[in-house]
């Protein structure tokens, strides 16, 4: 007996929820339910697909009462940020299963109460982390042993963005509404760095030059360190107003809007005791040939070894998006636990927390732990999200 496709709705048509949407079309486990968006974007949208477009969710919910359909099994969560909590928890109270985008939320305190109000609606949350599932990083978390004991890491995201990615959307021009830099972009980078390396327990932020004056609340990017509580020590450097190819996107591909260079090198570069690995060209730099260990040092080559071969079409031949849908069919399905989970996707809000914090006060701030948040209830916009319903262990 063959299983029924799961139906997924996508919520929110901008610049992200489209490509999610051309995944579930295209994914033989899953059916396209449809789109709610408010705007004309979510008409054009379901038009394209050839699917339902609503209005709002309560649209949607009373729609599927009054037709007798089941309502959706799963839906991805693509809005501005600062909804990415209501929206959620409307979603979750009618019992659908979320796989909601990065950052889960604005503040670790709204991330905490969705996810006890998941657990409480017997919802599956999965955060859209997707670069955990690209086939770099998985290469690179498999080869972190050959550098033998890590001592630093030192990463790049740098762009720039075009004019029309604000003027479509202006709360990304606002790090107070969710947009900016660090909060939409480098936040990607943190949950990587702390799924390779541990968590950051301490970080110090530099703001760079601003381009666009236009805009006071922008938030262009910063030079950071970065200490994980391991001890090791990072560096970072992340702007989206520099002319650059040095950035996740660009180097691997991953996203069909934005050029790929090939033969890019070095956007992370990884330092260990017994080598450096360079990413995402996935080359390793060691002295493994050298036998005598006195002989390991600055006056001996050290040799280049590609850890991939044929890495291009090895690397592009499956995209991050379709490994994480497959990834959320199976949540559902109960066959995987989530791969990011809210906790991960507070800790990396915690780590912007602290560094947007540093940008004002100008000193290295300490990292909060993630099992010290309380949460804020308030922000679910639920009646029934009361903290008295809500069990505690």
């Known amino acids: ?25 295209q994914n033989p486990q899953t059916k396209l339910f449809g789109f709610v968006d408010p705007t004309p974007a979510g008409d054009a949208a379901a038009e394209k697909f050839k699917v339902r477009s609503f209005k709002s969710i309560s649209e949607m919910i009373q729609n599927c009462n009054e037709t007798n359909t089941p309502y959706p099994d799963g839906a991805i969560v693509c809005t501005p940020n600062s909804l990415h909590i209501s929206v959620a928890a409307e979603l979750a109270s009618h019992g659908i299963h979320l796989l909601v985008e990065k950052p889960l939320s ?8 969705l996810e006890e109000y998941t657990k409480m609606k017997n919802v599956k949350l999965l ?11 998985i290469e690179t978390k498999k080869n972190l042993s050959k550098v033998g004991n890590i001592v630093a890491v030192q990463g790049v995201w740098t762009t720039r963005k075009a004019d029309k990615y604000f003027d479509v959307s202006p709360w990304r021009t606002d790090i107070t509404t969710g947009g900016g830099a660090l909060l939409i ?12 390396f541990g968590p950051v327990a301490r970080v110090y932020a530099e703001p760079l030059t601003k381009e666009r004056i236009q805009y006071p609340n922008a938030d ?14 990072g560096t970072f450097i992340c702007s989206d107003s520099v002319t650059s190819p040095f950035n996740f996107e ?8 934005i050029p790929f260079h090939e033969g890019l090198e070095g956007f992370y570069r990884i330092f260990g005791s017994e080598g450096t690995l360079s990413v995402p060209d996935l080359n390793l730099y060691h002295q493994k040939n050298i036998k005598i260990p006195e002989d390991k040092s600055w006056l001996s080559p050290v040799v280049k070894e590609a850890l991939v071969s044929n890495r291009e079409q090895a690397l592009h031949s499956t995209l991050p ?4 849908l497959d990834h959320f069919i199976d949540v559902i399905n109960n066959k995987q636990e989530p791969f990011c989970t809210a906790e991960d996707g507070m800790s990396a809000l915690l780590c912007i927390d602290a560094l947007i914090k540093s ?6 701030e300490l990292v909060e732990d993630v099992n010290h948040i309380l949460p804020n209830y308030d922000s679910l916009g639920l009646d029934e999200a009361n903290p008295v319903l809500f069990k505690h262990n």
């Open 185 to 196: 972009n480098m936040v990607h980078d943190i949950d990587l760095l702390q799924y390779l």
């Open 106 to 113: 604005s503040s670790a305190e709204e991330s905490k109460a």
């Open 321 to 324: 998006f379709d490994f994480q």
């Open 220 to 233: 262009e990017g910063a030079a950071l360190t970065l200490r994980f509580k391991n001890g090791v020590c």
């Open 250 to 257: 660009a180097g691997t591909g991953e996203n069909p809007t």
């Open 359 to 364: 940008l004002k006060s100008g000193l290295p």
């Open 127 to 137: 955060v859209g982390h997707h670069r955990r599932f690209n086939p770099f990083i």
């Open 1 to 25: 007996m063959v299983a029924s496709s799961l139906q997924i709705v996508v919520i929110g048509a901008g610049l992200i929820g489209p490509r999610h949407a051309q995944h579930v079309y």
